[in-house]
């Protein structure tokens, strides 16, 4: 099974500065890497695909990078809508299976 | 727009089967190659994929469920169920189902439903 570990855990930043999530696997999962939000009481929705593609409707201060085993995700401008718990998922091909690192909290600082 | 949404006991006792339904919305189950997918997360902890069911109903469980879950999809209703048997006070969570939507380089879960809490205890 491909372990997904993120960090930090928690991470306290002021609106509208630059938050960077990290996500690293413990094998390379190519460029199958997603990102969901969730907040309390929610299901998660996904805001990247594909290591750096936005799903619909979501703002362009978010971006992902990365291969391989080394992801990121970036907000370059926090808004009060984005304090949250952020997951990343891959998903590998055989046998079929989707792993979701542990979350990092994004709160406000 | 398809939407989701997860139906079922909240209370299961301890060693019975947990038994939901997911109802789609907005479009026809059998629409596009896609898999219907459930996770679930207890509560404060990261989320975890249970398996997945194809229109054809092909499957792919995680190995670490594999000997307890059973998923099968309903095309008439366009709704898909998740039963997991021999039930332990751990699977206690949050059950989401979703769609497991894919491109030529990747796979993503969405939209998701609501989610339906299921306690397990006597």
């Known amino acids: 099974e491909i372990v997904m570990t993120q960090s930090p855990a928690t991470l306290s930043v002021s609106p509208g500065e630059r938050a960077t999530l990290s996500c690293r696997a413990s094998q390379s999962v190519s460029s199958n890497l997603a990102w969901y939000q969730q907040k309390p009481g929610q299901a998660p929705r996904v805001i990247i695909y594909g290591t750096s593609t936005r799903a619909t409707g979501i703002p362009a201060r978010f971006s992902g990078s990365g291969s391989g085993t080394e992801f990121t995700l970036t907000i370059s401008s926090l808004q009060s809508e984005d304090f949250a718990i952020y997951y990343c998922?891959?998903?590998?091909?055989?046998?079929?299976?989707?792993?979701f690192g542990q979350g990092t909290k994004l709160e406000i600082k | 727009q398809v939407q989701l949404q997860e139906s079922g006991p909240g209370l299961v006792k301890p060693s019975q089967t947990l038994s939901l339904t997911c109802t789609v919305s907005g479009g026809s189950i059998r629409r596009g190659s896609y898999y219907w997918t459930w996770i679930r997360q207890p509560a404060g902890k990261q989320l975890e994929w249970i398996g997945r069911i194809s229109t054809s109903g092909a499957t792919n469980y995680n190995p670490s469920l594999m000997s307890r879950v059973t998923m099968s999809l309903d095309t008439s209703k366009n709704d898909f169920s998740l039963k997991l048997n021999s039930v332990i006070a751990a699977d206690t969570a949050v059950y989401y189902c979703?769609?497991?939507?894919?491109?030529?380089?990747?796979?993503?879960?969405?939209?998701w439903g609501q989610g339906i809490l299921v306690t397990v205890s006597s």
């Open positions: 998922q891959q998903y590998h091909d055989w046998p079929p299976q989707f792993t």
């Open positions: 979703a769609r497991d939507t894919w491109d030529r380089f990747s796979n993503w879960l969405d939209p």
